[in-house]
């Protein structure tokens, strides 16, 4: 796979949990796919404030990736793609060990796929 392709899969993916927090932080009842499943309906509204946190990482994470593909000329260090990388794989790590069933087998491969991704273009 080129760069681009990588970087766009990448980006691409991340947009489904990007989506789910935006979603979250509007009071959507997904609660048990994040978090370990804690609150199983709506997130209470420091949670809610939380997710638009992680939907502001995610898209940072793909711009680093995108910028690392080529795809975007964002002139970004090395450091903010390392940095997307590590928090990916953790993610990743996150989302196979939770105790949430529905967050594990949803975001499980989904992350697995990003870090593919990620470490691809790490390669490359």
Do not use: H, K
Request: proline share 8%; charged share 5%.
């Amino acid at each position: 796979m080129t760069p681009t392709t990588l970087a766009i899969f990448y980006a691409a993916l991340a947009g489904l949990p990007t989506a789910m927090q935006f979603a979250l932080a509007a009071g959507a009842p997904l609660g048990r796919f994040t978090v370990g499943g804690r609150f199983p309906g709506r997130l209470p509204g420091p949670w809610q404030a939380l997710a638009l946190v992680q939907a502001s990482l995610l898209v940072a994470m793909a711009c680093a990736m995108l910028d690392r593909g080529g795809v975007l000329r964002l002139g970004l260090p090395d450091v903010a793609f390392w940095v997307a990388l590590a928090l990916t794989v953790l993610t990743t790590i996150a989302n196979i060990a939770t105790p949430s069933c529905p967050e594990r087998l949803l975001w499980g491969p989904v992350t697995l796929a990003m870090s593919a991704a990620a470490f691809g273009l790490a390669l490359l």
